[in-house]
């Protein structure tokens, strides 16, 4: 059996007409265009409070809302693959649009990225710049928040993948919510990494910045080893980590770094 790794997107998003190009539109599009209405439905002031963020950051994400719904709709070819799209530490370190055709391949069956508007998001699928993170309290369709309006979805479409036996969780904990509590007996595990260092009183601390760094990397090492089998994810070893068998266990595996 393979697996399939889950990731957190970023804040950040840019459009792009580099490689990797886009070859496919996200499995629950309908789902992310009744929210994009929602969210543009509650005006200005009222997404702010959902955003939580500054008046800039609210004014610039404002004005990609007002055209949202429309944007993502639009010819696949018009937009930017997902995982040259999301910009920060983590996709930095990933670094897809430097990857050749083969590494490239192994992302797209291997890697999902978890987005609180698209549900769930393959790394070459067409996507444009939004803004909303997965804790968002953003009521629609009955559903309290994202969580509840997501609900098992984004579980049961990573189970349904064919040949996927586990679910290599490199998400951030706002993100793994949204899968880890759906997993059910039967159906593909779910294994957490973990990235950091050890503390003085012995216990493991994860350095948010660094963190992220570690996570793509981890990505892209795996992608660049064509790794298949599960057990082979513990030969990471960049950045100074290691795999510390003795802190890990069958649901968590645990990479320490100095």
Not at 48 to 67: F, G, I, M, P
Not at 109 to 121: K, M, P
Request: net charge negative; glycine share 6%.
């Amino acid at each position: 059996m393979s697996f399939v790794m889950i990731v957190s997107p970023a804040k950040k998003m840019v459009e792009s007409d580099d490689e990797p190009r886009p070859s496919s539109a996200p499995q629950f599009l309908e789902e992310a265009h009744e929210l994009a209405l929602e969210l543009r439905s509650l005006g200005r002031e009222e997404a702010q409070r959902v955003w939580q963020c500054s008046d800039k950051l609210a004014d610039e994400n404002w004005t990609r809302t007002l055209t949202l719904p429309e944007d993502m709709l639009a010819e696949t070819s018009t937009l930017t693959a997902a995982a040259a799209s999301y910009s920060g530490i983590q996709y930095t370190h990933l670094a897809a649009p430097v990857m050749d055709s083969v590494q490239l391949s192994w992302l797209s069956f291997h890697l999902r990225i978890v987005s609180g508007l698209y549900g769930l998001v393959r790394p070459l699928d067409g996507v444009t710049p939004y803004r909303l993170e997965m804790q968002a309290k953003l009521p629609v369709g009955g559903a309290r928040n994202l969580y509840e309006f997501w609900d098992s979805r984004i579980y049961d479409a990573l189970a349904t993948m064919p040949g996927v036996g586990t679910i290599v969780n490199v998400a951030s904990k706002e993100y793994s919510k949204a899968v880890e509590p759906f997993a059910i007996p039967g159906g593909p595990r779910v294994l957490t990494c973990v990235f950091g260092t050890l503390r003085a009183d012995g216990k493991v601390r994860q350095p948010s910045t660094e963190a992220k760094a570690a996570r793509g990397s981890f990505v892209r090492w795996a992608a660049e080893h064509q790794v298949e089998e599960v057990a082979d994810l513990r030969g990471f070893a960049e950045r100074g980590y290691r795999f510390d068998e003795g802190r890990s266990s069958k649901d968590q595996w645990v990479f320490l770094r100095g």
